[in-house]
């Protein structure tokens, strides 16, 4: 199981030294990737500027969207180039990971309406995979930059059913957004029975995503990221709370219960933006 590395680009405060830094420092630990979460309505750095950023400091780390939210996004035209041209101008490591979100107010922010974003994404995923496949738009030919050849893998996120009828359809795999390990097995069962009703014979790509909290005050630093970040979800801010590893030895459990479960890459997501997690977290598994 590969094992990647979210960026801190969703704590407060996190400066651009140390966002470069982490990047580095990432890329020559061994990381398989860099990952960003999303938000609008929140001080963070937007997804796909934050990893073109990362791409141009690094060489060979992926880059991952894990996840960016779509239909507020609203234009899937110009999200496709966006994420074309990171994939091209970072030799393509990217992996464009998307999902619809459930932020009311971010949709309220982007003009977009929060009811039927469902029908919105799929719209969405529809013209961006027709996009990266060379498709005629307008007098000049396809949106390029082109990447028909190579397209950046699609891997979709959420738990309803639906979700997984579209990573079947338009995309490479799923993500798990945080739960436990032991909620894994029952969603990739699904994501390969959608694989294979949709007559594919690939094995679909499975992610999942974690926090961990290495520094000398892993208690404040949850609170200063995870509670903060999550505090219109409530009850969830807390379960991720809770659920953040603490300890090297947590940290490998926790590899050791996603593998068993047939997870194929594990993005491990910081609650601090010191570059020294990096190697905190690169001494504990890698």
């Known amino acids: 199981m590969d094992i990647g590395i979210g960026l801190p680009a969703?704590?407060?405060?996190?400066?651009?030294?140390?966002?470069?830094?982490?990047?580095?420092?990432?890329?020559?630990?061994?990381?398989?990737?860099?990952?960003?979460?999303?938000?609008?309505?929140?001080?963070?750095?937007?997804?796909?500027?934050?990893?073109?950023?990362?791409?141009?400091?690094?060489?060979?780390?992926?880059?991952?969207?894990?996840?960016?939210?779509?239909?507020?996004?609203?234009?899937?035209?110009?999200?496709a180039k966006q994420a074309a041209t990171v994939h091209t101008l970072s030799g393509g490591r990217l992996v464009?990971?998307?999902?619809?979100?459930?932020?009311?107010?971010?949709?309220?922010?982007?003009?977009?309406?929060?009811?039927?974003?469902?029908?919105?994404?799929?719209?969405?995923?529809?013209?961006?995979?027709?996009v990266w496949g060379g498709a005629p738009r307008g007098l000049a030919g396809g949106i390029g930059p082109s990447v028909q050849d190579d397209p950046p893998q699609l891997i979709l996120g959420g738990q309803v059913d639906a979700t997984f009828r579209r990573a079947a359809k338009y995309g490479d795999g799923w993500m798990a957004g945080g739960g436990p390990p032991e909620r894994f097995p029952a969603a990739l069962e699904k994501l390969e029975a959608a694989f294979r009703e949709a007559g594919r014979v690939e094995r679909p790509r499975a992610l999942a995503l974690q926090y961990y909290a290495l520094g000398d005050d892993p208690e404040g630093d949850i609170t200063h990221s995870i509670r903060d970040y999550y505090a219109f979800a409530g009850e969830y801010a807390e379960m991720l709370a809770a659920a953040a590893a603490r300890t090297p030895e947590a940290l490998r459990e926790r590899v050791k219960q996603f593998k068993d479960a047939g997870c194929q890459e594990l993005i491990w997501f910081p609650t601090s933006s010191d570059p020294v997690q990096v190697d905190l977290l690169a001494e504990a598994l890698l």
């Open 10 to 79: 969703t704590i407060p405060g996190v400066t651009g030294d140390q966002f470069v830094d982490w990047s580095r420092r990432a890329e020559t630990a061994g990381f398989s990737t860099l990952g960003t979460i999303d938000r609008l309505v929140y001080p963070n750095y937007e997804p796909l500027v934050a990893l073109a950023a990362a791409a141009a400091v690094t060489e060979r780390i992926r880059l991952t969207t894990a996840i960016a939210i779509l239909p507020y996004r609203a234009n899937a035209a110009l999200v």
């Open 96 to 130: 464009f990971g998307a999902a619809v979100g459930g932020r009311e107010d971010d949709y309220e922010a982007s003009g977009v309406p929060l009811k039927g974003r469902g029908k919105v994404f799929e719209a969405m995923l529809r013209e961006i995979t027709e």
